[in-house]
Structure formats: C-alpha cells, structure tokens
C-alpha cells in the first residue's frame, strides 16, 4: 500500500496502488441502476446517499460498488462535455471536494476516469466551493471544474457540481443533455464493463502524481 496522506489535516488523500473495483464482473446492470434511482439530477449538482450503509447521517468512507461505477459515469460524461466545449482533446480540470467523509473514494473514482479519458487534473483535495470555483476562474489552464459536494443535505449524501472555466456551475441548458448523456453511460452492462475497465486499468504513476501534487494546488487555490 502506498496511501498518500494531506500533510495539514493527516487525512488520507488516497492510495494509487488500490484499484477502485475487485473485478469487472462483480457489479451488475440491475445494481447500478437501483442506486440511479434515487440520484437528484438537475443544473445545480446531482446527488444521491452514497454512504454505503445507506444512512443520511452516517460518517463512513466507504460507498458501494454500483456508486463507484456512477462516479465513474459521472467523471466520463463530463471529460467528454468539456471536450466538446473547449474543442481540446486533452483538456485540464479542477476537482475538489467539501469535507464529506465519501469524498475521496468518489473522487478516487473520478480521477481514474479522467486520466483514462486523457484530462489532466489539478486536485484540490478538501476545499470549499467558492474556492474552488474562483481558483477555476483564475486559472488559466483550467478548462472547468468538478465540485464533490452535496450542498445542505446531511453528511451521508454526496454528489456533484459542474462548472467550465468561468467558474460558476453549468446552466440548465447545458445540464439537460449532460444528465442524458450521464443516463445512457449507465444504461447497457457493455457500459458498465467499460467504466470498470477504464477505472482499474488508470495508470498508477498517473493517479500518484495527481495525489502528490495536490498540496500545491491546494496552497495556490488560498
């Protein structure tokens, strides 16, 4: 094992060495799609409880199979997105997320997805919104933005928040064909099997370097 730990706060960033699925085939069509079910879909973030226990105010780290393939889908329908809208085939991001203790294991997720779909990634680790969407902003390599996040709603939930260089979250003009994207990533086992695929085989070396290089950014981001 090789976890990687924030040296301000002493919380685990993540572990490069750990890949997010056992195998390929342990999780099905029928499970991914009951836990879509109760997932908020709308232009100011989607969310759903993804602690594992399924418990609103539980403050466990982990999160389901079936939500690990979600946050995978969630990561590849925006990689794509901002392809389309920046016109880059390799464009650069910021993600960040609020203190919810299943943060990192969404994001280990995402970040995988993004390194397989060909993003470069600035991690932020533990920030707040308005951080983060002002570091977005003012970045100028910064192509957009994923916010982990679940807003007001108690600790157990989580999801996310979408945004391009601006820094402010997409409209609903944008997240109307984003959320039916992000519905038929999810729809067929051929799907499934590719985020898992994609996710696991995320180059090692890659996932470390955006874990280590993350206080940097942190520290830019004050």
């Not at 910021?94 to 470069?120: C, K, N, Y």
């Not at 696991?200 to 996932?207: G, R, T």
Request: charged share 25%.
């Amino acid at each position: 094992m090789s976890i990687i730990v924030d040296k301000i706060t002493g919380f685990k960033i993540g572990d490069p060495e750990v890949k997010p699925f056992i195998t390929s085939e342990g999780t099905t069509l029928n499970d991914v799609q009951e836990s879509l079910k109760p997932m908020i879909l709308s232009a100011s973030g989607w969310r759903k409880i993804f602690a594992k226990n399924g418990d609103e105010e539980s403050t466990t780290e982990e999160i389901s199979q079936a939500d690990k393939v979600i946050s995978c889908a969630m990561a590849k329908v925006f990689a794509d997105f901002v392809k389309e809208k920046t016109g880059k085939e390799y464009p650069e991001i910021v993600l960040a997320q609020d203190s919810r203790h299943t943060g990192s294991a969404i994001a280990d997720a995402m970040i995988r997805t993004f390194i397989t779909e060909g993003l470069t990634v600035q991690y932020l680790f533990i920030s707040a919104a308005p951080e983060a969407f002002c570091y977005t902003k003012a970045n100028e390599l910064a192509d957009g933005f994923a916010y982990i996040s679940a807003s007001h709603n108690p600790i157990g939930h989580n999801g996310v928040k979408f945004g391009l260089s601006t820094g402010g979250v997409i409209d609903g003009s944008m997240a109307t064909p984003l959320i039916e994207q992000f519905k038929l990533a999810l729809s067929t086992k051929e799907a499934i099997s590719a985020l898992i695929k994609g996710a696991n085989n995320a180059n090692i070396e890659s996932v470390k370097k955006i874990y280590t290089d993350s206080p940097q950014y942190i520290e830019a981001a004050k």
